[in-house]
């Protein structure tokens, strides 16, 4: 992850993109416990944003560098790395509202939780509603008014809540269990992030043994 972020960096510094900071599943890790995601995405601004060739700067820079791809991926030291032009509303104001951090020595930004949760939300898909519960579940840092203004002006807050109600059967129903496991899952998510992504590369392992033995 090293090489991308100093790569992305790079990008900004000789302003093929005007700013950016990290999304998608990686963000999310940042905040929980370890879970398997393919990729590292990245949130970018760009001159031109809507052109249809937006990113063909990013593109050509990697493409210079002899870095080769997988499908719509950028593979940087074995990792599958995407780019997104920021272009929505909820996307541009999640990016200006990113954090600065330090991730394996190197400055970077991502993306709060607060923002990645309206995203997944505005997205709606099953694996993002699953993000929603773990953040919530995990008892990430949330800035509550700020996460209910954002919810608001998106018309977001009705599956945020829905999400809310549905993790408070589930606690109902088994209680024992479901707080027994949720403290382990939220002693993980403390973890420092370095940590985490040493856990998420044991997970691949254990997806690619797993794959082996599996019948086809």
Known sequence: MKKALELVNELKDKKIIEDYAIGGGKA??????????????FFVFVKDSKS???LQPVYDFFK????????????IDGEKVEFFIAGKPLQK????????????????????????????????????KLK?????????????????AVLDKYNLRRRYEGIVRSLKLESFRTPEQYRSKLEWRKEQARKPF????KDLEDLKDIEREMRKIRPR
Not at 132 to 148: C, K, S
Request: proline share 2%; aromatic share 10%.
């Open 28 to 41: 999310t890790i940042y905040y929980t416990e370890p879970f398997l995601t393919k990729d590292l995405d």
């Open 52 to 54: 249809i060739s937006a």
């Open 64 to 75: 210079e560098k002899g870095y080769s791809w997988e499908g719509q991926w950028i593979i």
């Open 93 to 128: 104001e999640a990016l200006e509202n990113a954090r600065e951090v330090a991730i394996e020595g190197v400055k970077t930004k991502i993306l709060s939780p607060e923002y990645l949760m309206a995203i997944a939300l505005d997205a709606n898909r099953t694996r993002d």
């Open 132 to 148: 929603v519960e773990m953040m919530i579940q995990q008892e990430v840092e949330i800035d509550q008014d700020r996460l209910y």
């Open 194 to 197: 370095e940590d985490k992504l």
